[in-house]
């Protein structure tokens, strides 16, 4: 298979983590004769030193042309911390999520075995958790009319869904439903608000063409208390905009580590892979970060171009370092391993050569 | 003191449970020289079978001539299985809020060391947590203008804020920040959202009058997941009505059972005291419900009157049960007390009879 990356390195860990999926690819694609080509993009504050804007056309045409794009991370304090600044480097990835309609955001949630010490929850109700969220990610309340009243004295935000907005997220979580535990779980607040009603009455409608996927329907309240309580029911939750922010940032601590997490976010053209965290600026170059969320991003990347054995192959590498203590300094300050040894060992891992 | 408390017993357990606590709140008057009268109201499905409607006026009447409510459960599943059903148990209660303009609930958060083996939060989490939620009850998305456009083919609901409505509930949030621990966070999204700006505009005016108290911002997102990874930092938090939905819920599930969990609605005149469960009608007669929610919520009610010194005895004397194993069924279905037998000894703790 022969497959064009946009990579798009940015700012803070985001190069170093990004070096170390981009190892895996290479050793992946040799193993099973692939072609993965590069291209390497700018974006973010790295973007705005070197060019004055944070997404250059450049970038954004390279991402077009491209079979998927592994996203590092952006952000610095810099920028943060100087309320004059006209671009900021968020600035870029909300303009390239906009640019490529990257409409839904894909979430695993797994947990695993050596680092149920990490974990806020109970070892009990950590056995067995993995789901996968679907959050739309174009709509709704976020980017809805916003108001102030003449006078100041009131605020107003609009949500509004239309039925081929949710029908197309909706299409996609079924899809993967089947290829998974056949269960999706809607989440809304359907018993008060007209936008989860049509929700629901999508979903409603296009489970006749899933009839192999079960389909649950949850308040979001309910399934905030859900998500803590009884984690293992949810095998695909799919859910609107502001929801989905809440109840993926609430699922997200129960792995034990932000680092590990990686995400998709997917549109009608290509895709983006990039880990939950951020760029972290702290730990730049210093070749301590964790490089899981990324090395996660990129087998998502690999299962998105139907290469689903070596996608696995990435995974079951992950977990082995993980069982086997090789950490970064997030998960074990005392007893830890460098980010790019890390990478290393999973690639090795990958080769068959540990 | 002389008060009269409108007493709403309700459904299901709803009457047992609340029995319970007339019980301790008699046997404080008695200790304390109080005169406590009680108005037994009709609402609910009680009050449908009885009178056709599910909230006489007889029962607003003399709730709005009470100093307090003090509230059961309501809700039977006669009605919520049958779809035709034109008066619902649950109209009564949103009536009855809508009457009194309850714009303030608030839920304390805290956990039990003889519990911790019930929360799905490992005990290290548990420590030291002990906050109060303050939810706005009758603005935002909830009650906001609903439509689905003509064609069918997209819905929008509006959530508005008005500077009064956020002015009254962070009023009290800041006076009872002020008897507290002095820190108040409020829970918003305000890098996206106009309403929450205004309530970010809001809380900071009102904060130079409130000099002793910290305030303190964070994100929706944010906060869901510090409610799990930790609660301890909370003390009074203050939120918007949705939001408040969802944290308080994933919020009541730390302390291990939601038999357990007292509230308090607040207006601009009558409050009205309720434990978070339901009506739980299987339950129904039984002498089987866990009574402390409603105990819980009389101790709010005394608080209410000032009568802080009481309040504590009754909250010392649901500690004191807790500790000892005295619990209900759905602490522990092996070595349980009735419902009854727990209001007993509550009773007789608060008259220093154990
Ligand atoms: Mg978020
Ligand atoms: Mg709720």
Request: aromatic share 8%; charged share 20%.
């Amino acid at each position: 298979m022969k497959k064009q990356i946009a990579v798009i390195l940015g700012d803070g860990i985001g190069p170093e983590v990004t070096q170390q999926s981009i190892k895996i690819l290479d050793a992946i694609a040799k193993q099973y004769n692939h072609e993965f080509t590069y291209e390497y993009c700018l974006m973010g504050a790295d973007a705005i030193d070197k060019t004055g804007s944070p997404l250059p056309d450049e970038t954004l045409t390279t991402c077009l042309a491209s079979d998927a794009i592994l996203f590092g991370a952006i952000g610095h304090p810099k920028y943060d911390n100087d309320p004059t600044a006209k671009v900021r480097p968020e600035q870029g990835l909300l303009k390239l999520r906009k640019s490529l309609q990257l409409f839904a955001n894909i979430r695993p949630v797994n947990t695993y075995t050596s680092l149920q010490h990490l974990s806020p929850l109970k070892a009990k109700n950590l056995e067995g958790v993995d789901f996968i969220i679907y959050r739309e990610l174009t709509g709704g309340i976020y980017f809805g009319k916003k108001e102030t009243s003449a006078d100041g004295q009131s605020a107003t935000d609009d949500c509004t869904y239309s039925i081929p907005e949710i029908e197309r997220i909706a299409h996609l979580a079924f899809q993967h439903a089947q290829k998974r535990r056949k269960k999706l779980t809607l989440v809304d607040k359907a018993n008060v608000l007209e936008t989860s009603r049509l929700w629901r009455k999508v979903v409603q409608d296009l489970s006749s063409q899933y009839a192999d996927v079960a389909v649950d329907y949850m308040f979001v309240d309910n399934a905030a208390m859900q998500i803590i309580v009884n984690p293992k029911q949810f095998d695909v939750v799919l859910t609107e905009n502001m929801f989905g922010d809440i109840i993926s940032d609430e699922a997200s601590v129960i792995s034990g580590s932000l680092g590990l997490l990686p995400s998709a976010s997917v549109g009608s053209s290509v895709a983006l892979f990039e880990p939950i965290h951020g760029s972290y600026p702290q730990a730049a170059g210093k070749d301590i970060a964790n490089p899981i969320g990324s090395i996660l991003s990129a087998a998502m990347l690999l299962d998105h171009f139907g290469l689903t054995v070596e996608a696995d192959l990435v995974r079951s590498g992950v977990e082995w370092t993980l069982q086997h203590g090789f950490v970064s300094k997030d998960i074990d300050p005392i007893n830890c391993y460098s980010t790019s040894a890390i990478g290393d060992l999973i690639r090795d891992f990958t080769e068959n050569k540990l």
